[in-house]
Structures are given as C-alpha cells and as structure tokens.
C-alpha cells in the first residue's frame, strides 16, 4: 500500500489551461503539504494544511489554490498555467501540527506547460 | 533568515567505500533536521530525523550527527553499494512557522 499517493504522475498541457492534481495519505497523519521542485532541484514548501486548515500559504501565486475534503486527502487546484509553472509537485504529510516530524512524501506529478 | 548548504554537490566513489557527505545551516535554533534520500524520478525517501537533543542517529550503513553550535550535520554512508546512488538532502525547520528549509543536496554516484 502506497503511503502517500498523489494523481496524475505526468501531466502536459497548454499555457492558459486549468489543472489539478491531487493527493491522499493512508498514514493517519493530521498535515498535509504541497512542495514545488524546479528545474535545478531545489525543493520549496508551497502549502501546508493541518487538520484541512491552512496552516502554512508561502508567497505562491494565488493561481494556486489548495483544497483539503478531509485530513487524508489535499489538492491542488492550478488555473491560468504559466510556463513557469512547470516542475515536479511532491505531495507529503507528517504527525503534528508542523514540519518537526518526520515527512512522508509521494512520488512527485510531473508537470510541463507548453 | 535560515540557509542550509550542502557540500560537495556531487560525488563519485567506488563501491565499498566510506564517505561523508555535508550539511551546514546558518540559524543553530532548530528543533531537528532531517536526511533524506531522492531517486531519480521519485519522491523523496526520509533516511534520518535526529533531534535538537541529540548528536547523531543511526540506521543501517547510515550515520547522521548533529553540530548545532556549528550548524553542521554530517551523513556517513559506511561501505557504499551502487544502490546507495541517488541525491540525498538535509532539511531543517525555519523561520516562523517552522517550514522546513532543504538544501539542494548532494548527487552521490557509487561505481561498481
């Protein structure tokens, strides 16, 4: 059983498309985030929810909007995409309210905006 | 503001041997930090979590210390497999709301 699960692993679409992706943890964990990871491997936290409450919203543009149903499962909602917007999204969640624990993350969805 | 380096960017070694690979933090407040290991076209894997109290934590061939006065955390890979290839990052908590802050890590190469 996959620990955190996130769909689509590859997505390509046009510039000025709406896309989502989205994620689930079967790991009973109350946190949630999102992570961006661009074409140099640097890894940035984008969101992060706890409980589906935002706890966490970085300077990201507001084309990006997350949603949380429940504490298993966090999407992400992209309108308007850019070409910069294309990188890899990994999905992760951890026990507790911050990032102290330790995190457990998803394969990544590839994204490439033509 | 907290800035986490990783040293050296990139590594070969032949199979079987020890190496050490660096990482260095420029606020000494945290209250962990973390090793983790990336494999190409994967998420990433988390190797070690050692906290602010303690000095080092150990799983397997793996061996993390922990410097906080220094801001430095070292992995120590013991007789390296060609598995062990992948890039392996640190991350520790910072600024207010303790978002975890990675370094951008260190690709490591062990040749058979």
């Known amino acids: 059983d996959t620990a955190v699960s996130q769909t689509p692993k590859y997505l390509v679409t046009q510039m000025g498309n709406d896309k989502s992706i989205k994620c689930e943890q079967n790991?009973?964990?109350?946190?949630m985030y999102w992570y961006k990871q661009d074409s140099k491997k640097f890894l940035k936290i984008m969101f992060s929810?706890?409980?589906?409450?935002?706890?966490i919203n970085e300077t990201v543009p507001n084309r990006f909007s997350p949603k949380s149903p429940d504490k298993a499962h966090l999407n992400l909602h992209i309108n308007s995409l850019e070409l910069g917007d294309s990188a890899v999204y990994f999905c992760?969640?951890?026990?507790?309210?911050?990032?102290?624990?330790?995190?457990?993350f998803g394969e990544g969805s590839r994204l490439t905006v033509l | 503001k907290q800035e986490v380096t990783q040293i050296p960017a990139a590594l070969s070694v032949p199979e079987g041997e020890n190496l050490v690979l660096n990482c260095s933090f420029t606020?000494?407040?945290?209250?962990?930090l973390q090793w983790f290991r990336q494999d190409p076209g994967k998420g990433l894997t988390s190797l070690l979590l050692?906290?602010?109290?303690?000095r080092e934590q150990t799983s397997g061939r793996l061996n993390a210390s922990l410097d906080k006065s220094s801001g430095r955390s070292t992995l120590y890979i013991a007789a390296s497999q060609p598995g062990d290839s992948a890039t392996y990052l640190c991350?520790?908590?910072?600024?207010?709301?303790?978002?975890?802050?990675f370094g951008t890590g260190t690709l490591l190469a062990v040749q058979p």
């Open positions: 992760a969640s951890s026990q507790g309210t911050g990032e102290w624990g330790e995190l457990f």
């Open positions: 790991l009973g964990h109350d946190t």
């Open positions: 929810y706890n409980n589906k409450e935002l706890i």
């Open positions: 606020d000494s407040a945290i209250y962990n």
């Open positions: 050692i906290q602010s109290s303690q």
């Open positions: 991350a520790v908590p910072g600024g207010a709301t303790n978002k975890l802050i």
